[in-house]
């Protein structure tokens, strides 16, 4: 146990790595238990989030303890096979994740000051 400790403090893991996972095309009828069943293989796990409305059905995040294990369980798990559904395991990156709705906020704010200052930037000729 100590020998994989000291192996692990001298590994260097890709910046994307992290703890959470992002797991996408699960079984809408998969329950918390089969995901700790599936998940919780691969090491000790913090939490496990499924989504329950109709836009993130499907979709669930995966903490683990420890970043190894969240490193191992992406690198197997990915492409699994859950009542012939390919999981998508990917590492959770909130910058992806927020950046379709920071968009469509700044286009409402740009939208606003528009209206405010009376600007138009249609191109009639």
């Known amino acids: 146990m100590a020998m994989q400790a000291a192996r692990r403090a001298n590994v260097r893991l890709p910046p994307e790595v992290n703890r959470i996972l992002y797991v996408r095309n699960l079984p809408y ?13 691969y090491g000790a796990l913090r939490q496990i989030r499924i989504g ?15 970043i190894f294990d969240a490193k191992n369980a992406c690198d197997h798990l ?15 990156n909130p910058n992806r994740q927020f950046k379709k ?3 469509e906020k700044k286009q409402a704010q740009l939208d606003n000051m528009k209206a405010k200052f009376g600007v ?5 000729k």
């Open 52 to 66: 329950t409305t109709t836009d993130t059905k499907g979709t669930a995040y995966v903490v683990y303890e420890d």
């Open 29 to 41: 009828k998969i329950t918390a238990e089969e995901m700790y069943d599936i998940f919780g293989k």
């Open 78 to 92: 990915s492409g699994f096979n859950v009542c012939n559904r390919y999981l998508v395991v990917l590492y959770y």
């Open 120 to 124: 138009s930037t249609d191109n009639k």
């Open 101 to 103: 709705r920071d968009a």
